[in-house]
């Protein structure tokens, strides 16, 4: 990679606000068709879940967001969710990303960064803070 690339930000790489939207998309395709997560999002409105998690990716991977959603915490609190849905959401993530023209070294930044998260969404942390 030659050294401007490399200072790029991954939400450049990725396709900014185009790439991200498809990548949401094909993401929540994937999730949803997993029978163990699936339920989860039963009567959850998708539109505004996508939308939210555009916002949420693109801050994430230094786009020029600001994610005005609920911190990640509250929004997962009490929904019961194990370290193994996790895994399987994230596993997700990384097989949509192999759709993308991306090095395996960003898709594992990016999978780095998602995974900081998994105590604000598993259920043991529900009583952790806030
Ligand atoms: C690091 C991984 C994850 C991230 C970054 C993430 C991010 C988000 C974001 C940004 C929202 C929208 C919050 C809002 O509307 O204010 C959301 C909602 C939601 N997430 Fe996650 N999530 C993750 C993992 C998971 C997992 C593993 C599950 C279930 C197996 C899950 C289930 C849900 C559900 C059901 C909602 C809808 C909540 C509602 O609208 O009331 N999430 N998530």
Redesign the pocket.
Known sequence: MSPAESETKLFVRIGGVHGLTSLVRQFYARVLADRA?RP??KG??LD??YS??L??FSA?LDGPTV?S??T?HY??QG?G?SRE??Q???EHLFETLKDYPLTDEDRYAVIAR??T??DD?VGSSAAASD
Request: aromatic share 24%.
């Open positions: 997560l989860y999002f959850v409105p505004k879940l939210m998690q916002e949420f994430a994610y959603g609920r990640l929004a997962h929904r969710i849905h996790f399987g959401f994230v998602i995974n998260y998994v969404v």
